[in-house]
């Protein structure tokens, strides 16, 4: 299994991204898909998950009302929609399968003016 992310970049505060990434693999359709971000300095935390469905998402508090996950399983795709982003969302995001454990490779958003 390989997972790719990509759609980091430079965004003022208030802008949005879109973050995808992109899975090999024969079980992702099953699978539990996440994206995580990690700050500098900081420790990797969860930022929000969706089920194999897409029926079922959790998102860290600190994203509610202005991160969307989804995916496409047909595509083999997860994203995730960034709204209003703000300073503190600056980090690598990266995506993540459950059931196999593996990482992609991380993308970089920085928010700033």
């Known amino acids: 299994v390989q997972l790719q992310a990509s759609g980091g970049g430079l965004v003022q505060p208030g802008g949005s991204l879109r973050l995808s990434c992109t899975a090999s693999?024969?079980?992702?359709?099953?699978?539990?898909m996440g994206w995580y971000r990690q700050a500098p300095g900081k420790q990797r935390e969860l930022v929000a998950s969706?089920?194999?469905?897409?029926?079922?998402?959790y998102y860290a508090d600190f994203v509610k009302g202005r991160f969307t996950i989804s995916r496409d399983n047909a595509k083999k795709m997860v994203y995730l929609q960034m709204s209003n982003l703000k300073p503190e969302d600056t980090a690598v995001y990266y995506c993540?399968?459950?059931?196999?454990?593996?990482w992609g490779q991380g993308t970089l958003v920085t928010v700033s003016s």
């Open positions: 993540y399968q459950w059931e196999t454990r593996v």
């Open positions: 969706i089920a194999s469905g897409g029926t079922t998402n």
């Open positions: 693999g024969r079980i992702f359709s099953l699978s539990v």
